[in-house]
């Protein structure tokens, strides 16, 4: 029964920018996580919010040179339906489907899961794996930060407090490959076990190229596996690459027990997702 | 926080409310505007009962800020109807069907349904699956609630304005086993019937509970003074010295063991030492950390071990060694006859909290009428409630009132006192009506759970397959207080064995107490723990001996003529071969088709595993050797309105219906003539708790005598020869101010009901001019030393069986289909029986795969799971009747049996697939893959 907070609803980003700057201001888009929060049960409530609800600037799918650019707002509803999306990179389609249910998926937006940097974050392997990068902005100006740059620590962004998530950039390279796994307990408003994107360029001859292998749920942030990536480079989807592969992932991570599930179980699943997605890859 | 505006258009109407602009649209839409319709279960997202259209798009309205309605269009339940109080298409869907039980899911189920039939008029079941999958619902298992909204979707498409179903209107003597919808259904439907949280007088006040965030420690209060300066607003501050009456309560007058707030020591994480009461905003505004309290934490006995452990402290004086109850059943030699035996099997089981996730959090209001005290409150058992209140304020039980409102699902957990105390003993002190509604966190931090349990049994088997011997001890954590674990102590060992017949049983178990949160009541009282045991082996010993599983389970199920472990002949409505026989056709073909799977040529990809279970069980029907009886008053008015009066709670399950149904069969009228009072401790007899699956059997035994009682003095009045004649000897027909009596040969009789005098019935504004009353006890008889007695007066049968899907590299389980049979006696409505085996379904495979408490760890609705529609497998159910001849017109319950035959058929069944016993609950992935992972290293 906590105490109501201020809230401010711009409708441009320069007058967001301006409340940002003026000192601690919680943003809410879809409210998904922050309505949860404000319980005052698992943080202090914020005593300033920013509804950025009606900043027509932070919608939008769009193709900009070679990239798929997604708007901080655009929802998971919105991505399951974009045309653009289905057409040019599939695999968001299919992770806003294992979000939640409808009602999260109507509210939820793209910049919120980001913003949020669950460990559990569905969409984040993804932005990993395609090499995303985030622009960001305040008053200060605006600037991209890569992906891999962003999500530095448990729940804790790159995103300065006066700074905003504006788009999502996602590179749409000729030859690339990007696939998508879940594992949870339940089969639907599923919070996952363990979320892995697989990310690859196959020219033919040279072998896969610039490999992503980007998890979920088995670390404080969204990860990639280097190791594993690169044993995987240059390689084909063998069934002696998936072992190796498999193999390599199973040392290199370090999950944690908790009531969700166990650390072997994350490491095992994990290992066993990227071996079926590079069997489904190899077709054998 | 300034309020603002707010603009927005609600069910077709602009409305402007002046909230503060993060207030939660759910709490404008229920406090600002009266939409009671739209519930609030979690406040986190995660149960969908707050799903309203936004935008033509379903939401939760919990998660939307009140500024982010502004200019926007909603559409809430209330906005459905297709008239004041008449029902729209989709709402009728759902009343035909079936479809809502308790009917706090209800609500948001409608809205996810309309905004998805909507959007995609053509949706098939699986875009219908996918719609509600958003919402939880704990008492269908949403096989009903995918029917009428995919009836709805035909009779849209085929151009139908109303009426998808066709409500079923029987004649007088034929509502038994006809599916009339639930008599207090219409309201459930239209979102008009109010909750425990929905009674919200003017000036009430709330109740918050300060809580322990220790398992176990001491503690005391300081100066109270400050606080009290601080917020001018506090009316009034309870601590343990302030409970007016007793301050210990419980559900056995020999446990009474648990405070209303405790006195300087605490027993489990959440428990309330402390009341706050004033308005919302005072409460709000202050924090756990400004009151006064000095903790000192003491190491906590966190389970059975610690609790068994030499040095283990005491947690109750009066139970040393932390041993709250034993039980014990013996009956003849069981070493010699396991000695004796051709095979045996033994195996360990190890289940833990179990969480009834009602969708209706605990909620009511209290309010002090001179010396009276008047509870509104959602409960299971209100004159249980009226008896620990009286108690707790000292004054006598006529001097309280239990009002119960619509329950939003029980399942045990709300026959222990939630909110009661604190309302009370607060409206009680400050003469205010108080309202406490607990939040989800609350409500899984201090309810009662599923007892955990540990479990070790051996069963033996002689050479031709038949059972010889059955050992079993069961442990079972019983948490901080006694509540219900004396039953479930007493209740396991008269079941433990399963539904067989042996010549020997040692049967024994202890509860045990914990500094974990209390174990009480959960659908089915420590018996689906037991039933993994014996389940697991009979697998195990028909397949030591080569014999078909069903078959092996036939040969020795308990039958007509059978003598139980207890030493009660079972002279009638032992259905069991029955349920077995009409299960074996589709146990062939199931295991054959999963035989096949598994054979099935390698192609590409991991193979998924199938394979098939069983699960057999039985119930005995009520309190277990203790007298439970119901009362219940049928009268006819003065303006010859007929009223059954009824005290037995409907919590979703049915009894209202059910019992409505016999009545009108027994006075010989249509059940649509008959209104009916319910609960009301001022305006009803005590029909006992609804609980032990007795509403059926027991209550329906006092609605059928109350009404015959009415039938026999409404035809003494008319005169008629034989007025002891049944329903279809002399036709009753109620006419205005008078009731018309027409003989088989023709001669007719009037009674002139202004001329009658009023006669005596509990509810004194009742006006009634005749009256009949029933009481009914089950006839048992105490339990020996040795558990040996008539424990029940019948019992119920059943067996399913589960076909699931392993993947053996994830470790992951997905039930496909399960087939249950069940031994009802009498199915008095077989649409609210098949609702009940549904929803008991969806309960066990909860239990099975996926549910697990731990305490202060997943007190919310996405940390503790339980089944979406996505988790729910296609179910079959077959209604075997096999009338037991003391049940009203045969029936007996299936509340519980319902749950317990579902777990053990799917650990049975992921043992067919890859070979694994799953022995510890719930089979998650982790545990399958790494049992799977032993097999193969062994």
Redesign the interface.
């Known amino acids: 029964m906590p105490a109501e907070p201020q809230i401010d609803v711009p409708r441009h980003l320069f007058e967001a920018y301006e409340r940002l700057a003026a000192g601690p201001t919680r943003p809410i888009a879809g409210g998904t996580d922050v309505m949860v929060a404000i319980t005052g049960e698992l943080a202090p409530i914020p005593e300033r919010m920013l509804d950025l609800s009606r900043i027509d600037a932070l919608r939008g799918i769009q193709l900009e040179a070679g990239s798929l650019v997604l708007g901080a707002r655009t929802t998971y509803t919105e991505i399951r339906r974009s045309a653009l999306c289905r057409e040019h990179l599939p695999v968001l389609v299919e992770a806003a489907a294992t979000i939640g249910a409808a009602q999260i998926q109507n509210r939820g937006t793209l910049g919120g899961n980001i913003a949020n940097a669950s460990p559990a974050g569905d969409m984040l392997p993804i932005l990993l794996a395609t090499d995303a990068a985030i622009l960001v902005g305040g008053q200060r100006g605006e600037r991209e930060i890569p992906a891999k740059d962003f999500f530095i620590a448990y729940r804790k962004t790159a995103l300065a407090p006066d700074e905003l998530i504006l788009h999502v950039r996602f590179p749409l390279p000729p030859g690339r490959e990007v696939r998508f796994r879940k594992v949870g307990t339940r089969r639907a408003q599923a919070i996952s076990k363990v979320v892995m994107a697989l990310a690859w360029e196959d020219f033919g001859s040279t072998g896969w190229q610039n490999v992503r292998v980007a998890l979920g749920s088995v670390a404080a942030t969204p990860i990639r596996a280097r190791k594993t990536e690169l044993i995987l480079e240059g390689a084909r989807p063998t069934p002696e690459a998936a072992d190796l592969a498999a193999e390599i992932l199973v040392r290199e991570l370090n999950p944690i027990d908790d009531v969700r599930s166990t650390a072997d179980y994350r490491r095992m699943v994990s290992a066993r997702i990227l071996h079926r997605l590079l069997r489904e890859a190899g077709g054998w | 926080?300034?309020a603002v505006d707010i603009a927005f258009e609600v069910n077709g109407r602009q409305t402007t409310v002046h909230v503060?602009?993060?207030?939660?649209l759910s709490d404008v839409l229920r406090d600002e505007l009266g939409l009671f319709g739209t519930k609030v279960g979690c406040?986190?997202?995660?149960c969908?009962a707050c799903?309203v259209r936004l935008g033509g798009?379903?939401?939760?309205s919990?998660?939307?800020?009140a500024?982010?309605a502004?200019g926007t269009t909603i559409q809430t339940v209330e906005g459905l109807a297709a008239r004041d109080g008449v029902a729209g298409d989709l709402q009728a869907a759902f009343l035909d069907h079936g479809a809502a039980q308790c009917g706090i899911c209800t609500p948001g189920m409608l809205m996810?349904a309309e905004?998805?039939l909507a959007a995609d008029p053509n949706a098939d079941d699986a875009a219908i699956?996918?719609?509600i999958?958003?919402?939880l619902c704990r008492c269908t298992g949403y096989v009903k609630i995918v029917e009428a909204i995919a009836a709805t979707r035909d009779a849209r498409l085929v151009g139908a304005a109303t009426g998808v179903g066709s409500p079923v209107v029987p004649v007088a003597g034929a509502a038994v086993g006809s599916r009339i919808a639930k008599v207090d259904g219409l309201p459930r439907v239209l979102g008009t019937a109010r909750y425990g949280a929905d009674h919200r007088p003017d000036d009430v006040l709330a109740v918050?509970a300060i809580r322990s965030p220790h398992a176990r420690a001491r503690f005391e209060i300081g100066d109270l003074a400050p606080l009290r300066s601080r917020h001018p607003g506090l009316v009034d501050i309870i601590t343990a010295a302030d409970v007016p009456g007793q301050n210990r309560y419980g559900i056995y007058a020999t446990g009474k063991d648990q405070p209303a707030l405790a006195d300087g020591v605490v027993r489990h994480p959440g428990e309330a030492i402390l009341a706050l009461v004033a308005d919302?905003a005072t409460?709000?505004?202050i924090a756990d950390s400004d009151l006064p309290i000095t903790w000192e934490p003491l190491p906590p006995v966190r389970g059975l071990d610690d609790a068994l452990a030499a040095e283990a402290p005491t947690l109750h004086d009066a139970s040393p060694g932390n041993v709250l109850i034993r039980g014990r059943l013996a009956r003849g030699d069981v070493d010699a006859a396991l000695v004796a035996s051709h095979a045996t099997a033994t195996i360990d089981v190890e289940t833990t909290f179990v969480e009834h996730a009602y969708i209706e959090p605990e909620a009511g209001v209290a309010r002090r009428v001179g010396d009276r005290i008047e509870l509104t409150v959602s409960t299971q058992a209100p004159y249980m409630d009226r008896d620990e209140v009286a108690l707790i304020l000292g004054i006598p039980p006529a001097d309280v009132r239990i009002i119960p409102t619509a329950c939003g699902g029980g399942f045990g957990g709300k026959l222990d006192l939630g909110v009661h105390a604190l309302i009370a003993i607060a409206a009680w002190r400050t003469g205010r009506p108080v309202q406490a509604v607990w939040?989800r966190?609350e409500s899984m931090a201090a309810s009662p759970k599923r007892h955990p349990s540990r479990i070790r049994a051996t069963a033996g088997v002689d050479a031709d397959g038949r059972l010889t011997a059955y050992r079993f001890h069961g442990d079972f954590d019983t948490g901080a207080y006694a509540s219900w674990g004396p039953t479930v102590a007493n209740r396991v060992p008269v079941h433990a064995m399963g539904p067989y017949g042996f010549d020997a049983v040692l049967a024994t178990t202890r509860a045990v107490y914990t500094n974990n949160p209390p174990a009480g009541a959960f659908r089915g009282f420590g018996v689906p723990q037991a039933s993994i045991a014996h389940e697991a082996l009979m697998d195990d010993l028909a397949a030591q001996l080569q014999i078909d599983a069903l078959e092996f389970r036939l040969t020795n199920a308990l039958r007509a003529g059978s003598t139980t472990a207890s030493g009660q002949r079972l002279d009638a409505s032992a259905g069991l071969p029955a349920c077995l026989e009409a299960l074996r056709p589709h146990w062939q073909r199931l295991r054959a088709e999963a035989a096949a799977h598994n054979a099935g040529a390698g192609g590409?990809?991991?193979r998924v595993r199938r394979g098939v279970g069983i699960g057999a069980m039985w119930y005995g029907i009520g309190n277990t050797s203790m007298s439970n009886p119901s009362t219940i008053e049928m009268g006819v008015t003065d303006d010859a309105r007929v009223v059954l009066f009824c005290g037995a709670v409907d919590i979703g399950q049915g009894a209202s219906t059910v019992l409505v149904q016999i009545a009108a069969d027994a006075l010989g009228v249509p059940a649509g003539v008959v209104e009916l009072v319910s609960g009301d401790t001022d305006r009803t007899a005590d029909a006992g708790k609804s609980s032990a699956s007795r509403q059926t059997f027991v209550s329906g035994n006092a609605a059928r005598l109350a009404a015959a009682d009415l039938r026999r003095q409404i035809l003494l009045l008319a005169e008629v020869a034989d007025p002891t004649t049944g329903a279809d000897a002399a036709a009753i027909t109620f006419e205005e101010g008078r009731i018309v009596v027409t003989e088989p040969g023709g001669r007719t009789s009037e009674i002139d009901l202004a001329e009658l005098p009023l006669v005596p019935v509990r509810d004194v504004s009742a006006a009634c001019v005749i009256a009949g009353r029933g009481t009914f006890d089950p006839r048992t008889t105490p339990l020996d030393a040795d558990g040996q007695g008539v424990p029940y007066q019948t019992y119920a049968f059943g067996a399913q069986l589960a076909d699931v899907e392993v993947d053996p590299?994830?470790?992951?389980v997905?039930v496909r289909r399960i087939v249950a049979a069940h031994d009802v006696g009498r199915a008095i409505n077989p649409t609210q029986v098949e609702g009940q085996i549904h929803g008991g379904i969806a309960q066990g495979l909860g239990f099975a795969?996926?549910e697990?408490y731990?305490p202060g760890?997943?007190e919310n609705l996405?940390?503790y799971?339980i089944?979406?529609?996505?988790?729910m497998p296609e179910i079959e159910c077959l209604l075997i009747e096999d009338p037991e001849p003391s049940g009203p017109y045969g029936a007996k319950g299936v509340g519980e049996p319902a749950l317990i035959p579902t777990a053990p058929a799917i650990l049975g069944a992921i043992h067919d697939a890859v070979g694994v016993r799953i022995t510890q609950l719930p089979a998650?992935?982790?545990r399958v893959?790494?049992a799977i992972l032993a097999r193969a290293g062994a």
């Open positions: 926080m300034t503060e602009p993060m207030r939660r406040e986190a997202g995660d969908g799903t798009r379903q939401v939760e919990c998660l939307v800020p500024a982010q502004n996810a905004t998805l699956r996918d719609g999958g958003g919402v918050r919302e409460l709000a505004a939040t966190p590409s990809g991991v590299e994830l470790g992951t997905k795969l996926m697990a731990v760890r997943t996405h940390d799971l089944p979406t529609v996505g988790d998650t992935p982790d893959r790494a």
